[in-house]
């Protein structure tokens, strides 16, 4: 396969979980221990990790920074890291911390200009935007809050300014298993063909993922599909 398989840790009070539709009122642990949900993934030959810090999300600075440190430490995964990335002393913490790349998307709304601060000292590589969209509009502050932003804009925007790797997670999909939002995604690849873009919300099978990489994705981001045992390590392993 060319598309590339992300696996995605969602961290939230230092367990393994995940949200239904980003809500933190409906969660499900499914292990306690994020290092053995790391090594699992590693050992089935993935190469990257999409480590999320929920906590750090809802209050708006990094928080699960230990966990990254520990996973990035004792595997050889190739992190992204996001969730409460507010200010320079986060992003610092988390790159000090085993981060290869920092997710931005709550930052790219509220601050524009201190993003464009680090992308110039960093370099725009080491950085993946995250556009997280309810009904195309974008959502920050661990979906929490809803802006009038179109999803369209958003990444013209910075990919203009040298984003090169962006991921979308359709809201309304993410963690309810009805497939990706191809539609949408559709669209965004129609209009930015040059753009690295990453699926994210509502895989549920092996098919998904094909269907993604004929439409023109480049990653797709899989966490409940794993989890819930509808995807094997052992089928992702063979790609």
């Known amino acids: 396969m060319s598309i590339e398989i992300i696996p995605a840790i969602d961290i939230l009070y230092g367990k393994c979980v995940r949200l239904i539709q980003g809500d933190y009122s409906r969660q499900k642990i499914y292990n306690e ?3 053995e949900v ?15 810090d929920l906590d750090g999300a809802k209050e708006g600075h990094v928080r699960n920074w230990n966990i990254l440190e520990t996973i990035a430490g004792k595997t050889k995964l190739i992190i992204d890291f996001g969730g409460g990335i ?11 911390s085993g981060a290869a790349m920092a997710t931005v998307g709550s930052i790219a709304v509220n601050n524009e200009s201190l993003l464009r601060q680090w992308m110039q000292a960093y370099g725009s590589d080491q950085f ?8 195309e509009k974008i ?47 559709n669209k965004i690849l129609a209009q930015f063909p040059d753009l690295h873009f990453i699926a ?23 966490g409940k599909a794993i989890y819930e045992g509808m995807i094997s390590l052992k089928e992702l392993a063979a790609c």
């Open 33 to 35: 221990n994020p290092l």
């Open 86 to 96: 507010g200010e320079s002393k986060d992003l610092q913490i988390v790159f000090d």
């Open 128 to 135: 993946l935007l995250g556009a997280d969209v309810r009904d």
């Open 200 to 222: 994210s919300g509502g895989i549920r099978s092996m098919e998904d993922i094909f269907t993604l990489e004929e439409a023109g994705c480049k990653g797709v981001i899989i």
């Open 139 to 185: 959502a920050v502050s661990g979906w929490l809050i809803d802006t009038e932003i179109r999803i369209y804009d958003f990444i013209e925007k910075y990919q203009a300014a040298g984003i090169r790797q962006v991921f979308c997670t359709d809201i309304n999909r993410d963690g309810v298993m009805r497939g990706p939002s191809l539609e949408l995604y």
């Open 38 to 52: 790391a090594r699992q993934f590693e050992d089935a030959g993935l190469k990257r990790l999409h480590l999320v």
